[in-house]
T-cell receptor, first 114, second 114 residues
């Protein structure tokens, strides 16, 4: 079945530690996105990529980094510079850049700082 | 910064009633609109998309778009307890720095009680 796989489902981070969230899609979609969701909040865009080897900052990119070396993969690293990383992280993809077709979401990674 | 506004609710309706969810957006330069449903602890799933003024029906769901009033709504007929979820409105902007990215509202919590 085609879809987006995020791993791990739950992740615990110690203070000062970098962690990487995985996102893989087999939908052959060009564009991929990372969103953050806090309790009772909507989705806020962290980074997005419209094509391999290219990505742009979203609204809340500080403390995060990404790479897009393969069409299928768009990992997100939460660095120690992100002071409040506890949140639900959602990866999404769309057929092409432009968003006209909406997004398909992965099942999410819940990150907690311990 | 383009914005999408929703009443956070909660909106409570009895089983079998029509639930009406509303969304306004800040700029006329927009081209596509989406409604996502998100169950607690899960990722959003696309339930409706609408691109032109008027109504679009899909089963028990009807999306309504009025670009002149910058307003999009979702009607759920014959509401069921299984419709209880958070409903996210998303807008794809047609130009400017927000082009190609969906901007989400904060979501409306819907509760359908038996």
């Amino acid at each position: 079945d085609g879809g987006i796989t995020q791993s791990p489902k739950y992740l615990f981070r110690k203070e000062g530690q970098n962690v990487t969230l995985s996102c893989e899609q087999n939908l052959n979609h060009d564009a991929m996105y990372w969103y953050r969701q806090d309790p009772g909040q909507g989705l806020r865009l962290i980074y997005y990529s419209q094509i391999v080897n290219d990505f742009q900052k979203g609204d809340i990119a500080e403390g995060y980094s990404v790479s897009r070396e393969k069409k299928e993969s768009f990992p997100l690293t939460v660095t120690s510079a992100q002071k409040n990383p506890t949140a639900f992280y959602l990866c999404a993809s769309s057929i092409r850049a432009g968003g006209d077709y909406g997004y398909t979401f992965g099942s999410g990674t819940r990150l907690t700082v311990v | 910064q383009k914005e999408v506004e929703q009443n956070s609710g909660p909106l409570s309706v009895p089983e079998g009633a029509i639930a009406s969810l509303n969304c306004t957006y800040s700029d006329r330069v927009s081209q596509s609109f989406f409604w996502y449903r998100q169950y607690s602890g899960k990722s959003p799933e696309l339930i409706m998309s609408i691109y032109s003024n008027g109504d679009k029906e899909d089963g028990r769901f009807t999306a309504q778009l009025n670009k002149a009033s910058q307003y999009v709504s979702l009607l759920i007929r014959d509401s069921q307890p299984s419709d209880s979820a958070t409903y996210l409105c998303a807008v794809n902007w047609n130009g400017g720095t927000s082009y190609g990215k969906l901007t989400f509202g904060q979501g409306t919590i819907l509760t359908v009680h038996p």
